[in-house]
């Protein structure tokens, strides 16, 4: 079972930035970060895999937010700036030992982790 625990989520005025961190408990190949909205589906956020670099992001977020992992370390980090209201949400991250080839799908991921909440305000 791996374990994941967030940290760094909080509230702050549209325009501000906030880093969230997720420690895993064990070296895992994919990891991302999603989020879900009082009332929406969970979405996927950003991603990446192991140590290839290679990154994903949604379109919503492209340009604002940047993913990056350090394996040594086992941390998956999320650096958001230019915050709009819309960001707020619960976010989390999420783990899986395999290579997954469908990063920003939440079917893709076995490990999850308790969430920690954005809220960004006008």
């Known amino acids: 079972q791996v374990q994941l625990v967030e940290s760094g989520g909080g509230s702050v005025q549209a325009g501000g930035s906030l880093r969230l961190s997720c420690t895993a408990s064990e070296y895992v190949a994919s990891m991302g970060w999603f989020r879900q909205a009082p009332g929406k589906e969970r979405e996927g956020v950003a991603a990446?895999?192991?140590?290839?670099?290679?990154?994903v992001y949604a379109d919503s977020v492209k340009g604002r937010f940047t993913i990056s992992r350090d394996n040594a370390k086992k941390t998956l980090d999320l650096v958001m700036n230019s915050l709009k209201p819309e960001d707020t949400a619960m976010y989390y991250c999420?783990?899986?030992?395999?290579?997954?080839?469908?990063?920003?799908?939440?079917?893709?991921?076995?490990?999850w982790g308790q969430g920690t909440q954005v809220t960004v305000s006008s």
């Open positions: 999420a783990a899986d030992r395999r290579l997954r080839g469908h990063l920003l799908l939440e079917t893709e991921y076995n490990y």
């Open positions: 990446t895999y192991g140590s290839t670099g290679y990154t």
